[in-house]
RNA sequence: GCCUCCAUAGUCUAGCGGUCCAGGACGCCGCCCUCUCAAGGCGGAAACACGGGUUCGAGUCCCGUUGGAGGUACCA
């Protein structure tokens, strides 16, 4: 078998989707598990729709996402240079022997003429294709017009009878009849060329073995497939990918809200949860495992199961697997992960970070959901008395009052402030009165915090507030119950 | 409209003719644990789109219908 190379060929149009990233992670896993290489290549031929520094943000991502590639424009390689635009003057000539051929022609239509035409056809309801109006101008004067300086563009002349096709590992062979093609546009009048050709050029020239892409380059495959042959040359293995939706009928898109890869790590997604989540979205181990390092997943990895159908991005998933990995982080790294959340609304206050991250590590679905969490302890949140009563623990606003104004001074005579002397300190108080823990903690807790859901329990809260704010919070409920009663 | 592709629970999927009255995961619901929440333990509801074939036998093969997706640019 020869030397696999597979490639991921982004368009510097903006974020790195998540469609993007699966196509990216699936390339570089057959490079990987085949001992292949992975080749990055900017495809920038359409100079209007480029957005300024997103080929950085592509470098950015593709080393946040741990897809080291073997070859790219910032890391060189022996087939570059690895940006499309740089590689201009390599496109023509291949045109120019494709006229030549006779499979491709100039053509002198200009853009205003076409839209007119397909206007017009297309409001007879009629399916519109190029008419190949301009093939019938014999070569000479083509020639004499293409040097004149006139603007012109290159078609690709699609035969007009018989059926082109191509082999897919996933869809197998794909055969259409050549009437439905279009003579398309393999060089611009801007001397630039369009996808249709430069992929077909730069993924021979750079010995691509496996084009792994998306199915909206599926219905093409046929004519690059003739290019191919055109031109001489042995078209690659194909892999199309389904695409990434965002609900049964729209895809996702960055322009309608849905997150990029950059979006999810800010957000406080972990790079290995949204990894593994997307791997997973469109193939399966065939195996009960849902775990996967990337080695893990090279070796797991087969191309040839992938799903042909499009795989809903489900948010609750990825976040069950973002709250699995945060769980799986070791205490230091989750600590320093967590200490610019905590920052955010605990900024100033003295708190027990580290205490508090062990609190918290195991109820953290995604960072950015942690300020909201903690900011109860800089300052208790309005809150309604209705809170005191609790059906399981049978508290009421009047018997939280009371129990309130019992546990008072057992707390205000705790000494050393500690989790274990507090918790004692309380459960011997609560025993020896006789009262249920739920009776008495549960008031405690709302008092201490002015919610019903808090990481840890009242003893826990207690402790990292301190003992002279946990007095103070304690005889404000009072006050506010009092005015209930 | 035309061309191509796809079709198992709400979602991601296993299943490649009998072992499937369909397995796993997320989500959802209930119970246990418990000073709350989370975690943990136990349990539950929930799917082969429809109609024809082929076959002794079909979720699995074929055809059609329906539904969905992609394409139909001097965008990729």
């Given at each position: 078998m020869q030397q696999v190379r597979t490639r991921f060929a982004p368009s510097p149009t903006g974020y790195l989707h998540l469609g993007g990233l699966r196509t990216a992670l699936y390339t570089w896993l057959l490079a990987r598990k085949y001992n292949g290489r992975f080749i990055l290549r900017i495809e920038d031929t359409d100079?209007?729709?480029?957005?300024?520094?997103?080929?950085?943000?592509?470098?950015?991502?593709?080393?946040?996402?741990?897809?080291?590639?073997?070859?790219?424009?910032?890391?060189?390689?022996?087939?570059?240079?690895?940006?499309?635009?740089?590689?201009?003057?390599?496109?023509?000539?291949?045109?120019?022997?494709?006229?030549?051929?006779?499979?491709?022609?100039?053509?002198?239509?200009?853009?205003?003429?076409?839209?007119?035409?397909?206007?017009?056809?297309?409001?007879?309801g009629d399916t519109w294709k190029y008419d190949k109006k301009c093939l019938s101008i014999p070569k000479e004067e083509a020639k004499r017009r293409m040097e004149s300086g006139e603007s012109y563009v290159i078609r690709q002349n699609i035969p007009a009878t018989g059926t082109a096709g191509f082999d897919d590992i996933l869809y197998g062979h794909v055969e259409v009849s050549c009437d439905t093609l279009d003579d398309n546009v393999l060089i611009k009048a801007d001397g630039l060329p369009t996808y249709n050709f430069a992929n077909v050029i730069d993924d021979h020239l750079m010995a691509i073995s496996h084009v792994t892409r998306g199915t909206e380059y599926l219905s093409s495959a046929p004519k690059y497939n003739l290019l191919y042959s055109a031109l001489g040359w042995t078209p690659p293995l194909y892999i199309h990918l389904p695409v990434v939706m965002k609900d049964a009928t729209r895809k996702l898109s960055k322009r309608h809200g849905d997150p990029s890869f950059e979006d999810l790590l800010e957000m406080g997604y972990l790079r290995e949860a949204i990894i593994n989540f997307i791997a997973l979205l469109g193939w399966s181990p065939g195996t009960d495992q849902e775990f996967f390092t990337l080695e893990e997943l090279i070796e797991a990895f087969d191309e040839t199961t992938l799903n042909k159908s499009p795989a809903i991005f489900n948010m609750d998933k990825l976040t069950w697997f973002n709250t699995e990995y945060i769980r799986r982080l070791p205490f230091e790294e989750y600590l320093e992960l967590a200490t610019p959340w905590f920052d955010k609304t605990l900024q100033g206050v003295e708190i027990d970070y580290k205490r508090l991250a062990e609190l918290m590590q195991s109820r953290t679905e995604v960072f950015n959901r942690i300020p909201d969490m903690v900011a109860f302890l800089k300052e208790v949140p309005e809150y309604e008395v209705g809170l005191y009563i609790n059906k399981r623990s049978k508290t009421t606003v009047e018997n939280s009052k009371e129990a309130l104004e019992f546990i008072l001074p057992v707390i205000e005579g705790i000494e050393p402030w500690s989790e274990p002397v507090i918790h004692d300190a309380l459960m011997g108080a609560i025993a020896d009165s006789g009262r249920k823990n739920g009776a008495v903690l549960w008031p405690l807790r709302i008092a201490l915090s002015g919610q019903q859901s808090t990481p840890g329990g009242a003893v826990e809260i207690a402790c990292l507030l301190g003992k002279e704010e946990s007095i103070l919070r304690i005889q404000k409920a009072l006050k506010k119950l009092a005015a209930e009663v």
């Open positions: 100079q209007e729709r480029e957005v300024p520094g997103s080929v950085e943000l592509i470098y950015k991502s593709m080393r946040q996402a741990g897809l080291t590639y073997d070859e790219g424009p910032d890391v060189g390689g022996d087939y570059g240079p690895y940006i499309q635009s740089q590689r201009k003057d390599t496109y023509l000539p291949y045109a120019l022997q494709l006229i030549e051929s006779g499979h491709a022609y100039p053509c002198f239509c200009t853009k205003e003429e076409l839209d007119k035409r397909r206007a017009e056809t297309t409001q007879r």
